[in-house]
């Protein structure tokens, strides 16, 4: 313990600063019923909860904090349990997208304004552990991760649903008349049966097992399931481990390096993660000054195979995903694919948590002598109509579809899209090209996840079940289809997508990763020359901050005056 004494905590500038001011710290402090040594020498650790009844993915984290502190207290600490804004996925208008970055700027200056010496983060729904991360690592203070953890899995009648994926596919049938009325009430009291984010290989499930693979986690922690009481353990020692990396200075920038992307990355593709992960890992790479091009998710997603078993792009749920050894299994078989060394908040390295892991359930993680796929889930497409990218999750495609040639069918916005997705004399087949503008960061605004433009009924009700749909939009993680994603520049900046106009020819070619406008190149200049951009939606707040200052999504939609000094350009 002689060693912790050397090293001077952060919150001692607070407690012991020899003025009024660290009297009055410490009475005021003391009002909430703590005695005189609690703040004499201890490390205060903070416990970021995300709870809130507005986000039942999370609404269980007031249980989780109590387990943290207990680990906290137990190591010798101090634990100090405050709020943060909340962002429940399924209710937040526009989008949950569109307040990430506020909720990265709330925790980077909650931690930097307070007498912290380290922080526990608690997370779940799908922008909440992005956020964290981003705002953990721009304060850089010691912090560790605790997902809430996936809810169990649902069940109807003889069928077990995973949340998201199969509330989609159900809705299809409910559409077109295939289930009734009472089968689909049926269906939304069993589909999501416990708090908990959802159960299948959405953005949620995607970031908070690459908080994981990026070792921000304890190993084993993303996949339990949040009413499993090993969740609750899990908790307690992130809270005890907390104490410990205080003394020792593990700080994110210690653990989130180049490396560690490149691990989370590779994971990302062998888990056949979220198309949100791009995004999301770019921002939070970014905080760091660490430059993560998309050219980095293509050139590693060639090498990694698809081993993940998981709905949307595979037949399980997290829960099987648990059962059958998480994401430390995963990791043990693309191991020589990885940075071993890579050091994580255990204070052991990659190699050293999960080299010894075990598979329980080939079926759900696949050996690497039969993966699902030989490549990774997601590819990154250039091309005419997408300059600076844009993502489709390969995985969760239909392989006919991946290299694919037809005529555009453009909606403006989602509006037009709609009001005219489900009219009987809708020009389509199922060579159309379904094309949506304004959906970008700006253009939406808050890039929603509205790219899964739903099957026109007309096709639907011909047994149709996916076209080739393009959009400047984010989908959900839960989502699946022939799907391309995040075009930029966005239209609504004066990308390409711009102007697409009905009728136009649009080339997919997947393998060659290129996304092509088919049309002459003077008649594409033609039109971007007459571009007017829409006007912008807000004119104050939040939203104006947001609209003047965010990026596009290549770079990973945070704020422009967020990012850190790139360190490896
Ligand atoms: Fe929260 Fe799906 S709605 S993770």
Redesign the pocket.
Known sequence: MAAHNERKLRSQEWFREPTYYGFARRAWLRSEGFNRDVFDGKPVIGIANSWSEL?N?NAHLRQVAEAVKRGVWAAGGVPLEFPTISL???LMRPTAMLFRNLMAMDIEESIRANPLDGVVLLC???KTTPAMLMGAASADVPAIVVPGGPMLSGQWRDRQLG??TDGRKLFDLFRTGLLSEEEWCEIEGSIARSAG??TVM???STMTNLAEALGMTLPGCAAIPAPDSRRLAIAESSGRRMVEMVWEDLRPSRVMTPAAFENAVAVDMALGGSTNAVVHLVAIAGRLGIGLPLSEFDRISRRTPFLANIKPSGEFLMEDFFRAGSLPALMREILDLLNGDCLTVNGRTVADNVGGAECWDREVIRPRSAPLHPEGGTVILGGNLAPDGAVLKQTAASPRLLEHRGPALAFENIQEMRARIDSPDLPVTPATVLVMKNCGPKGAPGFPEWGHIPLPKVLLEQGVDDMLRISDARMSG?SFGTVVLHVAPESAVGGPLAIVETGDEIALDTPRRRLELVVPADEIERRLAVFVPPPPHYDRGYGRLFLEHVNQAHLGCDFDFLRAVKKNA
């Open positions: 986000n993915c429940g996925e399924l779940g729904c799908d949340a998201g984010h959802c959405g953005t949620a839960t």
